[in-house]
């Protein structure tokens, strides 16, 4: 197997969206107040109105015009696994109790609305390096793997 020469890459590249097919149904004004309702509240990211095409069309900012979510209409769309963590994406989080409190925030959602699925939270113990994470996933196909990762000894 060849190494891979680090020299001809000269950053790091980095995931900047995530983008997936949704039924339009999804995506019309109802579907949308939804999901806005839910990410805004959960992750903390907004909808790019300008972006926003009645059940075409929806993207979510995380936090930097260049790091989104985008949510495309289609037939058929996009289908996962239905059990969690299944398919999923992950964010990560800089502090334990951000990921704290973003599952304190899906359980208070999921009083309100019954299609909130949390995966229980675990902690992976790697000896030098704690996994934090939870799967969270709200009418999306994928759900969203919350991590943080704790240095042990740091």
């Not at 790019?48 to 037939?75: E, N």
């Not at 939270?121 to 704690?130: F, N, R, S």
């Not at 799967?135 to 759900?143: A, G, I, K, Q």
């Amino acid at each position: 197997m060849a190494t891979l020469d680090r020299t001809e890459f000269p950053g790091p590249n980095r995931i900047n969206h995530v983008a997936m097919s949704v039924p339009a149904d999804l995506l019309d004004e109802l579907g949308r107040a939804d999901l806005v309702a839910f990410f805004g509240e959960v992750f903390g990211w907004h909808e790019l109105p300008t972006m926003t095409a009645d059940r075409k069309r929806l993207i979510f900012s995380l936090f930097s015009y260049d790091r989104f979510l985008f949510l495309i209409a289609d037939d058929p769309p996009m289908a996962c696994p239905p059990e969690l963590p299944g398919d999923h994406f992950g964010v990560q989080v800089d502090h334990l109790d951000e990921l704290e409190t973003m599952v304190a925030r899906a359980e208070a959602f999921r009083e309100r609305d019954a299609r909130v699925e949390i995966h229980p939270y675990e902690v992976e113990d790697h000896g030098v390096l704690k996994l934090h994470n939870v799967y969270v996933r709200f009418l999306l196909p994928m759900s969203i793997e919350v991590q943080y990762f704790e240095l042990v000894g740091t």
